[in-house]
């Protein structure tokens, strides 16, 4: 009887989650077996591509629906703190990629550009100065700009001024240290750097068909698409990292943890500018306040993207609504993926989230003229000829049980792992590719206990001198680490006063 083939590690999926987690074992454990398996023909194909997704570099800086204000007017920062140290989290190891050499260089993917915030009207503005207060006071936030002065803004965003009501109350606030990121660039650097070393292998237009249990680990049926013919690989550990197409894998396992998990997916959709006249006035990621009712995925922002060197602009998100899980995927991954043990979650989160799905079909039926309004609100003076509209990638929001409604809508990210630690998935959107990083150490402490407080406690220490913890609470700590990082990673020019935090 012919034996499977064996590996220590399957990673379903060749997008920045897999390839991360892929990439961090092998720098913890240089023999580890390990075959990423992705079903379409390259890496960051859907969500990781470069035009699915909004490339800010997500540290709190300007996205306000991570401050969310209390019916009292207070302000509450600790998500935005704590996604800021996880992004700095994400640099750490990117940092160590780069200094090794063999890395490749950090500007094919991130570079640097101001994040601001912008609001109007005078409930928009006591916000953002309420914010700015509490944030600025925080060692994360306190190179923090604010202002409500006009002349000001023209400077930091001077698209956006021109054609204004003089009498329009507004307000702004600005951090220099900023990031675009190209998370299809990343993704593909960090695949090559894999595939560089011994007994890593990716492999591409290969379907996951099957999940069986096996002693201890799992068999893995994979199929490929071209030829139809299916391999069994037996894997002590495997990582369903596939965007939406991890919620039907995760059913697909049967482990006790996945009952209750249903999806919502969620289409976007952004209005381009490729315009030089128009990019070169727009070197910002500028985000605004949800409009009322909407949920809070729909903060629009007008953003410049650097995508292999070239800038354009990107206005939006668009909300959109197709039964399809992936941007490529089947319109029957939604009906497929109901089962006995998610419909009444699924049911309860219909009944209770109407205005979600009245905010959804009010965004598919928007006519172009709808959404140059929406753009010219930030951008009065855009012309229709200068902007195009370009699909986005796939969101599957997670839908899980909840004791009081039933079923409840999340907007984050999950991390779902069998009791055993034999097997995870990753579930959800925003704030994701960011703070990835520190989503796969937590895989790593949940999946392999022992060997994280064991022999890779050293490697991962060398290779995160500051976890997020720490970074929330010791300003000197994280101002060296921050440097350290930026310099590292060429977002600024090395001096006398950051060498000596080199």
Wanted: some cysteine.
């Amino acid at each position: 009887m012919a034996h499977n083939e064996a590996v220590d590690v399957v990673l379903v999926g060749a997008g920045i989650m897999s390839a991360t987690l892929a990439v961090l074992l092998k720098e913890l454990d240089p023999a580890i077996k390990l075959e990423v398996v992705e079903l379409m023909d390259s890496g960051a194909a859907e969500s990781s591509n470069p035009w699915n997704n909004a490339g800010t570099g997500h540290a709190g800086l300007c996205e306000l629906n991570y401050t969310p204000q209390a019916a009292d007017g207070a302000v509450d920062i600790k998500k935005a703190v704590h996604i800021n140290t996880q992004f700095e989290v994400s640099k750490q190891f990117w940092s160590y990629l780069t200094k090794k050499g063999t890395f490749g260089s950090c500007k094919s993917f991130i570079s640097p550009v101001p994040h601001l915030s912008f609001v109007q009207g005078d409930s928009g503005v006591s916000f953002l100065r309420e914010r700015f207060k509490v944030l600025s006071k925080h060692h994360a936030f306190n190179d923090m700009e604010y202002t409500e002065d006009k002349a000001t803004m023209a400077e930091w965003m001077p698209l956006m001024m021109p054609g204004r009501d003089p009498g329009e109350t507004l307000a702004a606030t600005r951090v220099i240290n900023g990031t675009d990121v190209n998370f299809g660039a990343l993704t593909n650097q960090l695949l090559k750097h894999l595939t560089s070393a011994p007994d890593a292998q990716v492999k591409y237009c290969k379907r996951v068909t099957g999940l069986k249990r096996n002693n201890g680990g799992w068999t893995v049926s994979i199929k490929d698409v071209n030829s139809g013919n299916t391999r069994e690989v037996d894997a002590k550990f495997v990582f369903l990292g596939a965007g939406g197409a991890a919620l039907p894998l995760l059913q697909a396992s049967g482990i006790e943890e996945s009952k209750g998990f249903g999806g919502f997916p969620i289409s976007g959709q952004w209005l381009r500018c490729d315009n030089p006249e128009v990019v070169k006035h727009h070197q910002a990621k500028v985000y605004s306040q949800a409009a009322v009712g909407s949920p809070p995925m729909s903060v629009p922002h007008l953003d410049t993207r650097v995508v292999d060197g070239k800038k354009s602009l990107l206005f939006g998100p668009y909300a959109g609504f197709t039964t399809k899980f992936l941007k490529h995927g089947s319109f029957m991954d939604l009906p497929m993926s109901v089962r006995t043990g998610n419909i009444g979650p699924m049911l309860a989160v219909a009944k209770n989230n109407m205005d979600l799905t009245k905010y959804l079909v009010s965004e598919v039926m928007q006519s172009m003229e709808q959404r140059l309004e929406s753009l010219r609100r930030f951008y009065p003076e855009a012309k229709a000829e200068d902007w195009r509209l370009e699909v986005a990638g796939q969101r599957v929001q997670i839908i899980k049980k909840d004791p009081k409604k039933g079923g409840i809508l999340q907007f984050g990210t999950e991390l779902v792992a069998a009791k055993d630690g034999s097997l995870a998935a990753l579930l959800g959107a925003s704030p994701g590719a960011s703070v990835t990083v520190s989503i796969m150490l937590e895989l790593i402490e949940k999946c392999f206990p022992n060997q994280a407080k064991g022999e890779w406690a050293a490697k991962l220490a060398e290779i995160f001198p500051a976890r997020e913890k720490v970074l929330e609470t010791d300003a000197v700590l994280y101002r060296k680490i921050n440097t350290q990082n930026n310099v590292a990673l060429e977002l600024v020019e090395a001096s006398s006063e950051t060498e000596s935090y080199a």
